[in-house]
T-cell receptor, first 113, second 114 residues
Framework: ETGVTQTPRHLVMGMTNKKSLKCEQHLGHNAMYWYKQSAKKPLELMFV???????ENNSVPSRFSPECPNSSHLFLHLHTLQPEDSALYLC????????????FGEGSRLTVL | KQEVTQIPAALSVPEGENLVLNCSFTDSAIYNLQWFRQDPGKGLTSLLLIQSSQREQTSGRLNASLDKSSGRSTLYIAASQPGDSATYLCAPKAVRGSQGNLIFGKGTKLSVKP
């Protein structure tokens, strides 16, 4: 298995839908991240979890709700999104939050209609 | 606030050429710097990680250097191949600011022509 697995790979949802993105890491890491990649913009950090505790919330709207039930799994719950939220959402993990090398999943391509 | 600039934004070379990608960052207080490649519509693949105490790292045909005091890193690709075509991103991890946050440049889009 690959180190960081994301599902689904593609998601189309309406503005009133509720959906979730899932990330699983098989590397024994203690930190997990959600990044957003929009067209023609650098990657933006959304959330950081270290040992299952959220340590960073980078001014993300409340319509994005993360959940980290254990050190191997990370979710991003989505509700009442806007079309401008359409982007590639990337999950990553590292051994430690501050100094570890980041490993990324393949991403979930989200389209909001 | 850390800012990362990558030059050039795009590069097209014939197969077999050696090439250098440049990365500059404004805050030299970093834990490490990581180079990634990204294929269209895909996630990021880690290429090299240089710790702040190191000057360079090598992996196969790739060599990355770090001059922390001047806020610069370069990625050298030897004997380029069409399979090297991708967007290359550098990301320093700053000591100051958000915990665990890599700050990314916009990348260099490389095209290697057969």
């Amino acid at each position: 298995e690959t180190g960081v697995t994301q599902t689904p790979r593609h998601l189309v949802m309406g503005m009133t839908n509720k959906k979730s993105l899932k990330c699983e890491q098989h590397l024994g890491h203690n930190a997990m991240y959600w990044y957003k990649q929009s067209a023609k913009k650098p990657l933006e950090l959304m959330f950081v979890y270290s040992l299952e505790e959220r340590v960073e919330n980078n001014s993300v709207p409340s319509r994005f709700s993360p959940e980290c039930p254990n050190s191997s799994h990370l979710f991003l719950h989505l509700h009442t999104l806007q079309p401008e939220d359409s982007a590639l959402y990337l999950c990553a993990s590292s051994r430690t939050a501050n100094t570890g090398e980041l490993f990324f999943g393949e991403g979930s391509r989200l389209t909001v209609l | 606030k850390q800012e990362v600039t990558q030059i050039p934004a795009a590069l097209s070379v014939p197969e077999g050429e050696n090439l250098v990608l440049n990365c500059s960052f404004t805050d030299s207080a970093i834990y490490n710097l990581q180079w990634f490649r990204q294929d269209p519509g895909k996630g990021l693949t880690s290429l090299l990680l240089i710790q702040s105490s190191q000057r360079e790292q090598t992996s196969g045909r790739l060599n990355a250097s770090l001059d922390k005091s001047s806020g610069r890193s370069t990625l050298y690709i030897a004997a380029s191949q069409p399979g090297d075509s991708a967007t290359y991103l550098c990301a320093p991890k700053a000591v100051r600011g958000s915990q665990g946050n890599l700050i990314f440049g916009k990348g260099t889009k490389l095209s290697v022509k057969p």
